[in-house]
């Protein structure tokens, strides 16, 4: 009987470690975009950032490549002078601190599956066979209570035509992951962003990405 219990202690936390491992797991955003985008016809941007924390850093210059190449492929082209760019367009980035989720995967009395079984019936009417509960064996009632956190993260990016400051794209694109690494989540956002860019003015869409970068 004592071996059966350690069985069932080692098995509920295995469990709960696979169903949070987050191997192949998509990545989804929800993302809101609001846009009176002229037709690409060559227009020059620059990419600064919207937040003066992130001005001039290195991180920040890799994920403004990283919205520049998608804009190139849009037809906008890179401006060779940034004061004379045609359209201005401000990034922003951030990650919270996240907030801690309990996870029960144990047996008791309240979980259904263990009265299931195969079926049939052991001594005294109750389930017997593959995930039984027996509280002879379990006591009244077994369990294991896990904790994770789950991060949320955003990126925001606006458009401007530099000649008036006219608004001409407003984009925010949210995400809730395991991971809080900014490397993971701001390319991901980014494709997001992209996805079906600039999209319908006022639509809030979701979009799934393929498992493609791991953090």
């Known amino acids: 009987m004592k071996y059966m219990k350690k069985i069932g202690m080692v098995a509920a936390p295995a469990l709960a470690l696979v169903a949070l491992s987050g191997c192949a797991t ?11 985008l002229p037709a690409p016809a060559g227009q020059s941007f ?22 520049g190449q998608r804009l190139t492929q849009t037809g906008y082209t ?15 980035y951030y990650v919270d601190n996240g907030r801690e989720k309990v996870r029960s995967t144990g047996f008791g009395p309240a979980d259904p599956y263990f009265y299931g079984g ?11 066979g593959y995930g039984f509960y027996d509280p002879w064996l379990f006591g009244p009632g077994y369990s294991d209570v896990s904790s994770y956190t789950v991060y949320t ?29 900014l490397t993971y989540l701001v390319p991901n956002l980014i494709d997001a962003m992209f996805t079906g860019f ?6 809030d869409v979701k979009i799934t990405l393929p498992p493609e970068r791991k953090g």
Do not use: H
């Not at 890179?78 to 922003?92: K, W």
């Not at 600039?198 to 639509?203: A, H, L, T, Y």
């Open 198 to 203: 600039p999209g319908q003015n006022g639509e």
């Open 78 to 92: 890179p401006a060779s002078d940034p004061a004379r760019a045609d359209m201005i367009v401000r990034v922003a």
């Open 46 to 67: 620059t990419v600064v950032a919207d937040d003066p924390r992130l001005a001039g850093g290195l991180e920040f210059g890799q994920y403004a490549g990283l919205i």
């Open 118 to 128: 195969w079926g049939w019936r052991g001594r005294w009417g109750r389930p017997w």
């Open 26 to 36: 998509s990545f989804k955003a929800d993302v809101a975009r609001f846009q009176q």
């Open 153 to 181: 993260s955003d990126l925001s990016m606006k458009i401007d035509r530099a000649a008036d400051n006219r608004r001409l794209f407003e984009g925010k694109a949210s995400a809730q992951s395991l991971s809080n690494k």
